[in-house]
């Protein structure tokens, strides 16, 4: 069965931290994917990854970046979070033009 | 810049109605999704539809797509409790990409 696993299901951080996400597939998919959903803004891609190494900006990259050293791992980094980063943040997995897989999400609060 | 909206955005239907949830896109793109997401759960994958006049049917949900008028909808039938969730499209951000935008979402409560 295809999985996408987020490493931490609820996560509390300071102003400032330097916070790490992380994200692994087990489908052998190219693509990988950040979002993040917020009420009343639906899902909005932060960073995308199609290959190791390779990534590209989605639409709100900013303070974010973002590690691809291998194909089933996707990490997510703040480098200094801030309270508008409180958010929750999925990762997804997909081979190009295929649907994506979704993991069950990180509900960070940043404090 | 591609945009997609849904409306409506909250929906509370009766059990056994019939309804539709649309999703209008403003620029030109060769794939678009539906997708499920009950209350505190990941999303879940219903729909692709690749091409004008795409069809497809699971149970109670019948998800269209016009390509010319930019539109999909999602039509339920006979509503039931189980269907409670919110629904997302999402549409490619242009041919040969991966890269989708989403709508904001429909929260679909269907009651006794």
């Known amino acids: 069965d295809v999985k996408v696993t987020q490493s931490s299901r609820y996560l509390v951080k300071r102003t400032g931290e330097k916070v790490f996400l992380e994200c692994v597939q087990d489908?052998?998919?190219?693509?990988m994917f950040w979002y993040r959903q917020d009420p009343g803004l639906g899902l909005r891609l932060i960073y995308f990854s199609y290959d190791v190494k390779m990534k590209e900006k989605g639409d709100i990259p900013e303070g974010y970046s973002v590690s691809r050293e291998k194909k089933e791992r996707f990490s997510l980094i703040l480098e200094s979070a801030s309270t508008n980063q409180t958010s929750m943040y999925l990762c997804?997995?997909?081979?190009?033009?295929?649907?994506?897989?979704f993991g069950s999400g990180t509900q960070l609060s940043v404090l | 810049e591609l945009k997609v909206e849904q409306n409506p955005l909250f929906l509370s239907m009766q059990e056994g109605k019939n309804y539709t949830i649309y999703c209008n896109y403003s620029t030109t793109s060769d794939r678009l999704y539906w997708y499920r997401q009950d209350p505190g759960k990941s999303l879940e994958s219903l729909f692709v539809?690749?091409?004008?006049?795409a069809v497809k049917q699971e149970g109670r949900l019948m998800a269209s797509l016009d390509t010319k008028a930019r539109l999909s909808t999602l039509h339920i039938t006979a509503a039931v409790h189980d269907l409670s969730a919110t629904y997302f499209c999402?549409?490619?951000?242009?041919?040969?990409?991966?890269?989708?935008?989403f709508g904001t979402g429909t929260r679909l409560q269907v009651f006794p």
């Open positions: 999402a549409v490619a951000k242009s041919y040969n990409t991966d890269k989708l935008i």
């Open positions: 489908m052998d998919h190219e693509n």
């Open positions: 539809l690749l091409s004008n006049g």
């Open positions: 997804a997995s997909s081979l190009s033009g295929r649907k994506l897989f």
